[in-house]
């Protein structure tokens, strides 16, 4: 009743972009809920660690605030704001690969307005 790719109950190491060190698949996949306040009203955010992690960096790069940053995606969204933050965060990390693809406004294209501050355009 093995699986193909089963490892034997070894952890799988997750290398997060710009993340010093590689965390664990398990800790990289695990859903986090988290508070971000948008146009002054709390709201809850629920991502995997790895894009919270890559949000973190992102707006580090930047010079902004998570706040700021996630503000900003909701603003050019469209769908629910989780869709929106992976679909950001997967635009940028394209964009920095220099892989044409998915905007991270969902338009599709080359995707070259994600390294673009949301909401500067």
Do not use: C
């Not at 992102?58 to 989780?82: C, E, F, P, W």
């Amino acid at each position: 009743m093995g699986s193909a790719g089963n490892d034997g109950g070894a952890e799988r190491l997750t290398a997060l972009p710009g993340g010093p060190e590689p965390v664990s698949t398990e800790t990289a996949t695990r859903l986090r809920k988290r508070s971000v306040t948008i146009a002054g009203h709390r709201t809850s955010v629920s991502l995997e660690q790895a894009f919270w992690e890559a949000l973190k960096d992102i707006a580090a790069a930047d010079g902004t605030s998570i706040n700021a940053l996630v503000a900003g995606i909701d603003a050019d969204r469209s769908g629910n704001l989780s869709s929106g933050l992976r679909v950001y965060v997967l635009g940028r990390l394209r964009d920095q690969l220099g892989i044409a693809g998915t905007s991270p406004d969902g338009a599709g294209g080359g995707g070259s307005s994600a390294s673009e501050a949301p909401g500067s355009g």
